[in-house]
């Protein structure tokens, strides 16, 4: 997970608030995503709305992970979180 550790790295330098959105490859659960965001300062915009899995479309809700992320800087807050209808990709939007 060398990308994680970079993109930790990038966001910790950063002066500014900071949104981090994409497909991970990891959980919530992953130690490295921990370390991603304990490095970066950055909070799980998911905290307070569920699991909501993303991954993958063709499995049905139950059996899927949640490796899509938006991460956001302590300064930010999340009042709304909802996963979006199947659209043609493997991942929900």
Known sequence: MTKLREIAALVAGERHETILAGDLNCTQWSPHFRRLTAIAHLRDSRRGFGIQPSWP????????????HVLISPGLWCISRDLGPRVGSDHLP
Do not use: G, K
Not at 57 to 68: A, E, H, L, N, V
């Open 57 to 68: 479309t063709s499995f049905p809700p139950p059996c899927r992970i949640p490796i899509d």
